[in-house]
């Protein structure tokens, strides 16, 4: 079955640090460019962060330039985002998602992605 599956959501507290994967299944992450979207209670989904199949280009939002990293790892089918300095602005339901489309230094061309996770909530919150 072919799919994306993120792990790792959850609570944290304000200025905390919190890690978020997503594996794939049934195809091979390295031919495909991909990215994490995100989206809070009431608001539209936003596209925050997107890598290159070769990890050699990558985009972030400027919401969260500075304090998220993407990577992936095309051995092991997964890739990841490391959140760090989280604020409560942060919570949402993440979601990744996977092309062909290029990811390049301003992110994807649209939000019409080919294959979706079925989304992780993370909640910053004292």
């Known amino acids: 079955q072919v799919q994306l599956a993120e792990s790792g959501g959850g609570l944290v507290q304000p200025g905390g640090s919190l890690r978020i994967s997503c594996s794939a299944s049934g195809f091979t992450l390295e031919y495909y460019n991909v990215g994490w979207f995100r989206q809070a209670p009431g608001k539209e989904r936003e596209g925050i962060s997107c890598?290159?199949?070769?990890?050699?280009?990558?985009y972030y939002a400027d919401s969260v330039k500075g304090r998220f990293t993407i990577s992936r790892d095309n051995a092991k089918n997964i890739m990841y985002l490391q959140m760090n300095s989280l604020k409560p602005e942060d919570t949402a339901v993440y979601y990744c998602a996977a092309d062909r489309i290029p990811c390049t230094v301003v992110g994807f061309p649209h939000a019409h992605l080919e294959r979706w996770g079925q989304g992780t909530l993370v909640t910053v919150s004292s």
């Open positions: 890598i290159s199949s070769s990890s050699d280009s990558t």
